[in-house]
């Protein structure tokens, strides 16, 4: 029978290593949530800014082309849809041009670093830290985002109730 082959010798016990990689790929995907958040975020409000640029314009030929004689409510809602339009505009414009996220290391940086590195577990820590400066950054620049992303939604939804009550006290006029 062969000898039993010889067991892997145990790592030192300051071998840290494992938890440098460990650290670097939570980080990483902290970063990654942000980035996919961010995308959300600016699908939500181009959706957003799409429905309000589309149903306004046609809710306002539609009740001019009907010939109806509008009153003074519907003249309101349709007023308080147009204010709420201009909300949507102003939130998009404010999610969409804010600060934009921060993407570290850069590649300079990651260059340098990897040149300069001594061992394998503090190049993988400090790219950990680097990923973890940007995570930090973006949790306020998101922040903002999604508080501005927020008022657009809310804008389209004023918008959207706004002309349908319109159209609806505009009915008795249409028939």
């Avoid at 306004?56 to 030929?61: I, R, S």
């Avoid at 539609?62 to 009153?71: D, E, F, M, P």
């Avoid at 996220?101 to 850069?106: G, H």
């Amino acid at each position: 029978m062969p000898p039993a082959p010889a067991p892997a010798p145990a790592p030192p016990e300051d071998d840290e290593a494992p938890y440098a990689a460990t650290y670097a790929r939570t980080a990483k995907e902290l970063l990654d949530v942000q980035i996919s958040t961010s995308d959300v975020l600016d699908a939500r409000v181009a959706t957003a800014l799409g429905v309000g640029s589309t149903v306004l314009p046609l809710a306002f030929g539609l009740l001019t082309i009907s010939g109806a004689v509008l009153g003074a409510w519907v003249i309101g809602f349709l007023i308080v849809a147009l204010v709420a339009y201009i909300v949507l505009l102003f939130a998009s414009l404010k999610s969409s041009v804010g600060e934009q996220l921060d993407r570290r290391p850069n590649t300079a940086d990651l260059r340098n670093a990897y040149e300069n590195a001594n061992d394998p577990a503090s190049f993988e820590r400090w790219i950990a830290e680097e990923l973890l400066e940007s995570v930090d950054y973006n949790d306020d620049v998101l922040e903002l985002k999604a508080r501005w992303a927020g008022v657009a939604v809310w804008a389209l939804h004023a918008e959207g109730i706004a002309l349908a009550i319109a159209s609806v006290l505009a009915l008795p006029d249409l028939f």
